[in-house]
């Protein structure tokens, strides 16, 4: 039962980082692509409409490919989880609803993967020039008249925290996949301990 559910972690586990961390994991996916924050969604509808609308969509895309080249970073904390999960977090895993999994990552996991994803995403903003776009589009904001200030959120934060929800929301998805579906069960293993 033990070797059973760390198969069906490290399966789901694999498959959310494999899906979330290539081109388009988060971008093209609807359910967990990260949007302008709402603090910015007045000052790029007025962006739009003055025509500075390809910047609003530079800073968008940006954002989801920091979160997809930071997602790459969760497999390795992932399997510490898992190698260090006991026979009790096993059984409850196997008797809980249909994240229980999920909710093991996320209380054992969580506080790892933030410190991990954080510096990744703010050195991936840096690198594809998100700081630079996120600041000309509060520039161009700002400059235009009759706006006040917009409330602007941390850019690195605010990337993190959606990127990890999108991970664990990902996560949730491969794991009732596996609970419900027989042929999400890939190995004998999870065959043997989720068929029965």
Do not use: C
């Not at 904001?141 to 941390?154: A, C, H, I, S």
């Not at 929800?165 to 999400?184: C, M, W």
Request: glycine share 8%; net charge negative; hydrophobic share 40%.
């Amino acid at each position: 039962v033990i070797a059973g559910i760390r198969e069906a972690l490290r399966v789901g586990t694999d498959n959310t980082v494999l899906s979330t961390s290539k081109v388009d994991g988060f971008l093209g996916n609807r359910l967990i692509r990260i949007a302008i924050p709402d603090q910015m969604l007045t000052v790029a509808a007025t962006l739009r409409t003055v025509g500075l609308g390809a910047q609003v969509d530079e800073l968008e895309t940006g954002m989801n490919r920091a979160a997809e080249l930071a997602a790459a970073e969760a497999r390795g904390i992932f399997w510490d989880a898992i190698t260090g999960m006991s026979v009790s977090d096993a059984f409850g895993i196997l008797r809980g609803g249909n994240t229980a999994a999920t909710e093991f990552f996320r209380e054992r996991t969580y506080s790892a993967l933030e410190t991990r994803f954080h510096p990744i995403v703010q050195q991936k903003i840096d690198q594809i020039g998100l700081s630079r776009v996120y600041g000309t589009v509060a520039d161009s904001y700002n400059n235009l008249p009759l706006t006040g200030t917009p409330r602007l959120v941390d850019l690195d934060d605010y990337v993190t925290e959606k990127a990890l929800a999108g991970l664990f929301s990902v996560l949730a998805t491969e794991e009732q996949k596996i609970r419900q579906d027989p042929a999400a069960r890939t190995t004998e293993l999870l065959r043997t301990v989720f068929g029965s």
